[in-house]
């Protein structure tokens, strides 16, 4: 199959070159930091395709990218306590892959627009959860968090605020992380496909997307311990900012979108 084979009927060259270059990008700062591609990813690449698209994209090919981290998460993690978590996503993500499915798409755009601004707060607030766990506000955090993947793949700073402040040991709220996220991408496989959302043209763009998404990982990674974290948390708050703006619905006209 050609490259262009590979491209969705209704998306042109222009758009799937903007993909790439938004998912090399993103997938870079997710390298280095281990969070911020959905929040960078999302908002602009929802500006140059349908979110219908764009999101399953995105899931596809960061599912693949993380499952080799699974196992090991699953050795480290606390079970007992992401499960807890995960018992939530099992009602957010099929609750925000139903809005994606109903609602208009610049509507979907205006809503990821609104939770990547929140997030990005959340985020620059270095705001912690550091009180007691419960089991309902377990719950509720996975289900908003769950809702936010569903919806638009953007489910990581609830989580990461609750887990990072709690008394646990760094790896295990890392690997607690990862597991969730496994179980969440995973129900989120599930509900998009049984949607209709994850269809022959996002597969066959997750093939054109993926390598590029693997390459900047990869670069992120290799930056890890060569550059200043401070510096590149800087760099990547700057870019969701600047995602948000420049993926914002009512700069269309401006743009020569839509």
Do not use: H
């Not at 990218?65 to 007992?80: I, L, Q, Y």
């Not at 306590?81 to 099929?94: Q, R």
């Amino acid at each position: 199959m050609s490259l262009s084979g590979l491209i969705p009927s209704d998306l042109d060259l222009f758009a799937t070159v903007a993909l790439a270059i938004t998912a090399l990008i993103a997938a870079t700062a997710r390298g280095f930091s281990g969070f911020g591609a959905a929040l960078i990813f999302m908002p602009l690449a929802s500006s140059f395709a349908t979110p219908r698209l764009v999101a399953p994209l995105l899931l596809v090919i960061d599912f693949v990218s993380m499952a080799p981290t699974v196992p090991a998460a699953w050795r480290e993690a606390d079970r007992k306590a992401t499960a807890v978590i995960v018992a939530g996503a099992l009602v957010g993500v099929p609750l925000g892959t139903w809005f994606l499915t109903r609602l208009d798409p610049v509507t979907v755009r205006w809503i990821i627009t609104g939770f990547v601004i929140a997030l990005l707060a959340l985020l620059l607030s270095g705001w912690r959860y550091r009180g007691k766990e419960y089991t309902v506000l377990s719950v509720a955090v996975g289900a908003v968090s769950g809702f936010c993947s569903g919806v638009a793949q953007t489910g990581g700073p609830p989580i990461v605020g609750y887990w990072l402040g709690r008394p646990i040991e760094p790896k295990v709220a890392r690997a607690n992380i990862v597991l969730f996220f496994g179980a969440s991408d995973g129900f989120a496989m599930v509900s998009y496909a049984a949607s209709s959302l994850i269809t022959w043209d996002s597969l066959k763009l997750s093939l054109l997307i993926g390598p590029v998404y693997a390459v900047g990982v990869a670069f992120g990674a290799a930056l890890f311990g060569r550059a200043s974290e401070r510096v590149f948390r800087i760099i990547c708050y700057a870019l969701i900012a600047i995602a948000v703006i420049f993926g914002l619905p009512a700069l269309d006209g401006v743009l020569g979108r839509g």
